[in-house]
């Protein structure tokens, strides 16, 4: 990567809002036993995190979190694999090996989950049930714990609860694919990444947040069930909606929201409405066109874009930039945004000025720090930071069994011998 970093980005170990920094974030006391992979859960647990919750990660002993395995990766002190999914979502946790399925592994999670106020898992539905580590079973040793799933498809209703699902499952099956993919060609897959993942994940933060707040005004936990596929439905709203109102095939309805190029890229703009159209033809130099009876109706922005609006706007923006363009166009009223490419994602102004950039240095030699989101909640009153590396697999197993069950070494050590722990 050749990108330059920018100096102003927030390194980990930071604190952003310093004034705030002696307050108690507001998810403080809260604790979170996280028995998870990859990316929906992994990102929701680090997000109650960066609000002050203590995430303690349940890992398989053989290999971890699957998101350890990903690519690009890095490799830890140890010289394991320490992959991309896995460094943007496990800030600031600690790591334990658990082996789920050795009976006293099994035991081990239930002895801790009194200890806890939130139990969470994102396998697929019913495998922990099938383990004995399930809503009821939690709830029969802590019945004020919350119980979160996060699943493909949730874990009771579902004709497809038996399908494994990863986020471009559950997107293909919200129609948003179908809904935007062009002619003959093959759905786009993916396209703003992990889509589901992170819906899901947000969901799940605020159904967690809903139940600590019911229990305490009842004094009972409950379980909290995200699908991911019910995630994407609600944020891919428009297709049910526009469905239902007689758009078909993708049809957005007569509107410009389209990209255009300018000198150095491509733009974007969006025009819904006729004062919107009217500012637009004036920035572009055709006032007149608000007269013309081509545009009378919005139909027509639509019917002579190729045509008409779009050789004018790109004469116009040949001679700017895509963010000069858009500058330009925000002037006037219109909503215009510049189509960034990755690495100038990476020293935008916006981006450092909201810290919302994290350098995490590598272990491996290389110069180049891994970038990982920061937190997109900024709270007057709470400062972000400090956040520490994420955990090398089963760092914290002795720890924190010692300090939650009153082991001794000797008993951690023949659970470990026994193939319960690592």
Known sequence: MNARIRSED???????????????????????????????????????GRLGAEVVKVEHPKGGDSGRGSLPAMTDPAGRRVGATFLRNNLSKRSICVDLKHPEGRQIILDLAPHF?????????????????????????????????????GSTGSPYDRWPAYAPIAEAMSG?????????????????????????????????????????????????????????????????????????NGDLGPLIMHGFRASDGWFIIQ??????????????????????????????WIDHLDSVLRPAIEQWASTRTKVEACDDLALLG???????????????EHVAARDMLVEVPRTDGIEQPVLVPGNPIKLS???????????????????????????DEAAVGALRESGAIA
């Open 117 to 153: 106020d939130v139990v969470c898992e994102n396998f697929k539905a019913g495998t922990l049930d099938r383990l004995g580590l399930g809503w009821e079973d939690i709830s029969a040793v802590a019945p004020r714990a919350i119980y979160l799933s996060v699943s493909g498809f």
């Open 334 to 348: 219109v909503a215009a945004g510049p189509c960034f490419s990755d690495e100038e994602v990476v020293n935008d």
């Open 271 to 300: 025009v819904g409405r006729e004062n919107h159209f009217a500012k637009l033809v004036e920035a572009i130099g055709h006032p007149e066109w608000v007269e013309d009876p081509r545009f009378k109706e919005r139909q027509g």
């Open 10 to 48: 927030m390194k980990l170990g930071d604190i952003s809002n310093e004034s705030a920094a002696t307050n108690t974030k507001p998810l403080s006391g809260v604790r979170v036993l996280a028995l998870e992979q990859m990316q929906s859960l992994p990102w929701a647990t680090q997000l109650l």
């Open 381 to 407: 009153a709470v400062s972000e930071g400090p956040e520490s590396r994420v955990p090398w697999l089963g760092e914290h197993t002795n720890e924190v069994l010692i300090a939650e069950l009153g082991l």
């Open 176 to 248: 948003i694919y179908e809904f935007k993919r062009q002619g003959d060609e093959p759905p786009l897959v993916a396209p703003m990444g992990g889509l589901g993942d992170i819906g899901s994940g947000l969901f799940a933060v605020i159904g967690v947040l809903a139940a600590l707040r019911h229990r305490e005004a009842t004094g009972k936990g409950q379980r909290v069930d995200i699908a991911m596929l019910d995630a994407l439905v609600s944020i891919c709203d428009i297709v049910p909606n526009f469905w239902s109102m007689g758009l078909r």
